[in-house]
């Protein structure tokens, strides 16, 4: 069977309004950046869902290791003083 | 690495299925039960990744060759307004399989593979796509029955354990029911033409209705694997569940046509609350299932031609990114 000859991956980013992030919404299959952009477009913004789109190929993403994650994280986990909620104030102190 | 324990939550209940598996197995099925979404590079067990691989494959194959039982009435839609629904309906099924393959390559299988597998005749589609678009109030039907019958398939998947499909499905969901909508609002038009037009809705609802039925997949208690994929949360209702909820859906809105789904025994049953309905003909689902439908052979011989007639395509786009980016290279140099 013939094949794609590996068209690369690449992930789709959309901003869905201007001033919002743009967001991962999927990946899809191009044979250059050009052509991602396009299919981006036809896949994932049928209903104007986007005001903007980024592609990146999927090779050049580098991503934290789930099995790792715990210890990875971890040095977030004992610092709740970072939170506003930490601090106790009394009721009477107002706007803060 | 040691488990990670939540307090706040009840020791999972060992049943013998988990103490016979692993450590990592546990934690699996401890994240399943909490409601965590497993995502593609998380840990898990090689049978849900095969499951989901066998699912999520046939669920995109099937939006594939879903346009092409559509497709046929393109060219003869009866006016430009739905025409252009028609063309935005199937490209619709398109983006649904694009997204759906997507989604499977994250467990490790590649597009190609896949293809291969649904050309080859190893994939497996929904059996409804080998059924004919005789009349255009075929096109009402499928939107109204077929699409239907998807959507009660598909809501629940908005909740699968695995991310990727979740996601997926809560896209296609959103999507999905515009083509719900328009196939009913062919039917409803129909049904208020002339007796030929009022004819020709009934003919294609009583073609179709059966076949809907059965897209639901065999009766619970032929369906061995129902119990595992609820476990995993692939599933989260049963074959029969879902079908008795779209025949009581259907059952309710044939009155709004006028017309009548063609089975003498479909009568709402007070002590249970639901539609009861005749029996189903699973010579027919098995017969269709395993090639010998009215448009098995149709079907998959008009895919396999799309994609060789593609190939020229694909190699064009290739070599242009290739030069392309040579291009680019010289500039820098």
Known sequence: MTNQQNWPLWEVFIRSKQGLDHKHVGSLHAADAGMAMENARDVYTRRQEGVSIWVVESAHIHASNPEEAESFFDPANDKVYRHPTFYNLPDSLKNM | ?333
């Not at chain 2, 049943?15 to 909490?34: I, T, W, Y």
């Not at chain 2, 409601?35 to 090689?46: G, N, Q």
């Not at chain 2, 291969?116 to 029955?145: C, E, M, V």
């Not at chain 2, 129902?226 to 779209?246: G, P, Y």
Request: hydrophobic residues 35%; aromatic residues 8%.
């Open chain 2, 1 to 333: 690495m040691p488990t990670a324990t939540n307090p706040n939550k009840q020791p999972v209940i060992q049943d013998p299925a988990c103490q016979a598996g692993s450590d990592a197995e546990l934690r699996f099925q401890q994240k399943v039960d909490n409601d965590l979404k497993i995502e593609p590079r998380d840990w898990m067990p090689e049978k849900y990744r095969q499951t989901l691989i066998r699912q999520i494959s046939q669920h995109a194959h099937s939006e594939i060759v879903g346009m092409l039982p559509e497709g046929n009435w393109i060219t003869r839609a009866p006016s430009l307004r739905r025409k252009a629904t028609l063309i935005a309906k199937v490209q619709d099924e398109a983006g649904h399989g694009l997204y759906l393959y997507s989604a499977a390559e994250t467990l490790g299988i590649s597009r190609d593979e896949m293809i291969d597998q649904l050309h080859s005749g190893r994939a497996k589609y929904s059996s409804i796509f080998n059924y004919p678009t005789l009349t255009w109030a075929d096109i009402g039907a499928i939107g109204w029955l077929v699409d239907g019958a998807a959507i009660m398939n598909q809501v629940p998947i908005c909740r699968c354990s695995y991310g990727p499909y979740a996601r997926a499905m809560v896209r296609i969901c959103k999507e999905e029911s515009f083509h719900q909508r328009q196939g009913f609002e062919i039917l409803l038009t129909l049904s208020k033409g002339t007796e030929a037009q009022k004819r020709m809705c009934q003919d294609a609802i009583n073609r179709w209705w059966w076949p809907s039925v059965m897209m639901f997949g065999p009766h619970d208690e032929a369906s061995p694997h129902t119990a595992q994929s609820m476990k995993w949360k692939i599933k989260r209702f049963s074959n029969d569940e879902l079908r008795q909820r779209f025949v009581d859906m259907c059952a309710q809105q044939v009155k709004v046509l006028c017309m009548e789904l063609p089975d003498p025994e479909l009568r709402y049953n007070p002590s249970r609350g639901h539609y009861d309905f005749g029996p189903i003909d699973w010579q027919e689902f098995h017969q269709v299932i395993n090639g010998n439908g009215p448009c098995n052979r149709e079907r998959l011989s008009a895919r396999i031609r799309a994609h060789q007639e593609g190939q020229w395509v694909r190699e064009a786009a290739t070599a242009h990114a290739a030069k392309q980016a040579a291009k680019l290279e010289k500039q820098v140099a």
